[in-house]
């Protein structure tokens, strides 16, 4: 059974930077294409970064371009988001997801397994 948990998320100030992890079990990294998710209040949950084999195929969204930076570490099984230059507007709750989709879709339906998020609060 594949399960995905989320750490890292907390309350910061414009300007500040934070690391989210995102322990996966049940398979090794290798098998999937994973991503991280974001959902502010009122909107639809959106995909803002992707890897996928120690990097070979990175996708970022453009609100994140610059800032963000996604990352994985194979022997734990651990995949990182590193968030640098926060704003409010970055204010959401993140997912990690895993897909053994072949690309970075942005249909919530093609991600198979889903961590239980975690919030990150920017305050100006």
């Known amino acids: 059974q594949v399960q995905l948990i989320e750490f890292g998320g907390e309350s910061v100030k414009a300007g500040d930077s934070l690391m989210l992890s995102c322990a996966v079990s049940?398979?090794?990294?290798?098998?999937?294409?994973m991503g991280w998710f974001r959902q502010a209040p009122g909107k639809e949950r959106e995909l803002v970064a992707g890897?996928?084999?120690?990097?070979?195929?990175?996708f970022y969204a453009d609100p994140v371009k610059d800032r963000f930076t996604i990352s994985l570490d194979a022997k734990t099984n651990t995949v990182y988001l590193q968030m640098n230059s926060l704003q409010p507007e970055d204010t959401a709750v993140y997912y990690c997801?895993?897909?053994?989709?072949?690309?970075?879709?942005?249909?919530?339906?093609?991600?198979?397994?889903w961590g239980q998020g975690t919030q990150v609060t920017v305050s100006s």
């Open positions: 049940g398979r090794p990294l290798s098998v999937f294409r």
């Open positions: 997801a895993a897909t053994t989709v072949v690309f970075f879709s942005p249909n919530l339906s093609d991600w198979h397994f």
């Open positions: 890897i996928i084999g120690r990097g070979r195929d990175i």
